[in-house]
């Protein structure tokens, strides 16, 4: 077995935890659960209208819809078009600096103008990622019904203190990376790099229930798919 | 080292005398709830085969539990391989000595936190605190909570008996430095970052719980909504997280059924905000040592009762809390325990017996709306009852008082009769109410209402209400 603490203390505790836990197992539940059984596939006959309506709308619109609902900002364009794209939102927002992972397409910030750009080469400081406004990564996995954005550290989301610590994250999504549902995640990506799934901006519901856009996260969200 | 309150002399009967009697937290609750159980409702319905998420959640858990001892020792091979070390807690005072070596080592003498409620179990903060270590609450919620010195109330929200006004007054006397601030949500979730941000900077050690960890990977999984998580997860250098045994799932796919099933049974969102998941330490990106601390603490006596040990499939989405009739009226501090509402009353007295804990079972009406919607389908009426049997042949009750109860067991068991007795209830509610309410009863029963509030008997019972109001919401 794995090399637990080797204090005497604690190895007697996962002993005794683990004997506790076998003699405890040895009067069964009165109904005994059967082998695991897969999930229904949605679509069936008997689907109701409203979620076969759902089911037929491409990944790419119900991911929109998702997203537009968490108040995240969207835009859809060409791939030709990112650059113009990413440029004008940016104008839009009083932004003054902005770092991007070294694995970025650089022809996506050609245009956006009168503001500081700095590549995360992995060692800058988390205080000196806190200063930055913004950030702007790629998407390598989404999920439509859920407006998730799922980050795995790939060469252009990067670690994840950068999609954290500025305050206004773009993200870029190419329509050919959403996935449908959640059901399907860990066959798209894979756990060996950290992952953080982001459906929408940072929230709080916890003074009298209203929501808050944006607590510690970054509470502007800006997501780009790209047909 | 048992939370004060679970210790207190008062069990759930007195407790909720005063607590109904707090209009301020009433009002709160309600609206707090019927908003949560709405949105839960909606976003429930859109998922065509909800019912086999449920099924399937609960034949995980099952599985899991079935097997418990073969998953931890997976968890504990795959944790290590990944450059996790792996630390067993047999109970609280075993976990928090743990935990405050750690922090110890390392020379620290202040901590993050993110919201855990197997913390507050092991009543950590308290713990560190007497050995010098300051633990911050990150979650706006407790964060609210710690300041005021108070206890959470409920899962999910655990300031959901703090106003606006009261928070503004708290946070101007304390993380706003004098500033005077607005009553606005916004403005005040704003002077909470600003006052964490440094925390979240300077701190070399987090403490979190664990939402799932899976077996075959080691990978752990924490779901929550502001970012703070995602702070204490990513920013320090050692990061600390504590786990019950029971919170282990086999496998990754496994992991995905419960994100469907969490966000839309706690929030009622189809997605939390932000989900993250780390598989040991991972170089030139967040915390350098990782460190899972698996807890006992009484939950392997849960797993002992063939019936009861359903309680530990349980992912702490708080869903049962928001539909619960009794925990709208009584609040989450009535239950005297970290665990409130009808999760509590089944889980509070297994794991920790006390005599205040014992009462729970009794905190319930049985009308079944908790099973109806819990994620992973536990039966908590049925649990409830055959709690109150061993309660009260373990000795702890008195004698009329299991004929009553065994009564209530035979009405439960046969649903419909059930309906039908609330039914005529309703029917001669006039009669019954001047009986009950006006107070002299006698002999037996009047000492049982002595110490008990009860209900007026309402014009429609729970059940016809929840027909008319609750199922056509899509659940
Ligand atoms: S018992 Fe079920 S509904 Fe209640 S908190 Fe646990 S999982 Fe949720």
């Known amino acids: 077995m794995g090399a637990t603490m080797e204090t005497s203390g604690i190895k007697s505790s996962r002993a005794a935890i683990l004997e506790l836990v076998k003699a405890a197992l040895r009067e069964k539940s009165p109904s005994a659960p059967s082998a695991l059984a897969g999930i229904a596939t949605p679509g069936a006959p008997g689907t109701p209208p409203s979620i076969r309506k759902h089911l037929e709308q491409s990944v790419a619109d119900l991911f929109e819809e998702v997203l537009l609902d968490y108040k995240a900002t969207v835009r859809r364009c060409a791939e030709h078009q990112v650059p113009s794209v990413i440029a004008e939102l940016f ?26 750009l700095v590549v995360d080469d992995g060692f800058r400081s988390t205080g000196e990622l806190a200063s930055i406004d913004a950030v702007i990564t790629g998407c390598a996995c989404a999920i439509a019904e859920t407006g998730t954005l799922v980050l795995s550290c790939q060469p252009d989301e990067g670690r994840r203190a950068i999609t954290l610590l500025p305050d206004f994250h773009f993200c870029v999504v190419r329509s050919s990376v959403i996935i449908r549902g959640v059901n399907d995640l860990f066959k798209h990506v894979s756990v060996a790099n950290p992952i953080t799934l982001i459906s929408g901006p940072s929230a709080t519901s916890d003074i009298e229930l209203k929501r808050v856009e944006g607590v510690h996260g970054p509470r502007n969200l800006f997501v780009i798919i790209v047909s | 080292m048992k939370s004060e309150m679970a210790k207190a002399k008062t069990g759930f009967p007195f407790t909720s005398i005063e607590q109904i009697n707090n ?96 913390t507050d179990e092991l009543d950590l903060n308290e713990y560190l605190a007497n050995h010098g270590v300051s633990a911050f609450e990150t979650d706006l919620a407790e964060l609210i909570v710690q300041l ?40 005040l979730a704003e002077a909470s970052r600003l006052y964490l941000r440094q925390k979240f900077l300077s701190s070399k050690v987090a403490v979190s719980g664990v939402n799932f960890a899976v077996a075959e990977t080691g990978t752990v999984c924490i779901v929550e909504s502001e970012g703070n998580g995602r702070m204490c997860l990513t920013l320090p250098k050692v990061l600390i997280s504590v786990m019950g045994i029971e919170k282990v799932l086999p496998k990754l796919d496994d992991l995905a059924v419960f994100l469907e ?53 349980c992912i702490r989405c708080s869903a049962c809390l928001n539909v619960c009739p009794v925990y ?38 049985l009308c079944g709306a908790c099973y109806e919607v819990c994620p992973v389908r536990i039966d908590i009426p049925r649990v409830l009852v055959h709690l109150r049997e061993k309660v009260i042949s373990e000795g702890y009750k008195s004698k009329s ?75």
């Open chain 2, 328 to 365: 709208e009226r009584s609040g989450g501090h009535a239950y005297g325990s970290v665990y409130p509402g009808p999760i509590g009353a089944i889980l509070s007295p297994q794991l920790f017996a006390t005599e205040a804990s014992l009462s729970l079972p009794w905190a319930s009406t």
């Open chain 1, 91 to 116: 104008a839009s927002q009083e932004i003054s600096s902005a770092v991007i992972p070294d694995g970025l397409d650089r022809s996506w910030i050609e245009q956006i103008k009168g503001i500081e």
């Open chain 2, 401 to 475: 008082e299991e004929a009553s109860f065994r009564l209530i067991a035979l009405v439960l068991n046969a649903g419909r009769r059930f309906d039908l007795i609330q039914q005529v209830a309703t029917r001669l509610r006039r009669p019954l109410n001047r009986l009950f309410l006006a107070g002299s009863l006698p002999g037996v029963l009047g000492k049982w209402r002595a110490a008990r509030q009860i209900p007026e008997i309402p014009k429609e019972t729970f059940r016809m209400w929840w027909r008319a109001n609750g199922s056509d919401n899509g659940n």
């Open chain 2, 148 to 187: 005021a010195h108070d206890k959470p109330s409920h899962i999910l929200v655990p300031a959901i008996h703090k106003s606006r006004s009261e928070i503004k007054e708290l946070f101007e006397n304390t993380i706003s430095k004098g500033r005077v601030l607005g009553d606005g949500p916004a403005e």
């Open chain 2, 23 to 118: 209009s301020q937290l009433r009002a709160n609750l309600k609206s707090a709830t019927s908003a949560i159980r709405e949105k839960r409702a909606k976003v429930v319905g859109e998922k065509q085969d909800w019912e086999e998420l449920r099924r399937t959640g609960e034949r995980i858990k099952d599985e899991v539990l079935s097997s418990l001892d073969e998953y931890l020792l997976q968890l504990e091979e795959s944790v290590t391989k990944v450059g996790g070390i792996v630390h067993w807690a047999a109970d609280s005072s075993e976990a928090n000595r743990i935990i405050l070596s750690l922090i110890q080592e390392h020379g620290e003498s202040e901590v993050i936190k993110v919201k855990s409620l197997t």
């Open chain 2, 261 to 313: 099933l969490l966000p839309r049974s706690s929030t009622g969102e189809r997605m939390n905000p932000y989900t993250s998941t780390w598989t040991g330490v991972h170089p030139g990106d967040g915390p350098e040592e990782f460190h899972l601390v698996i807890l006992d603490n009484r939950r392997s006596h849960v797993l002992a009762d063939p019936v009861g040990r359903q309680a530990l499939r």
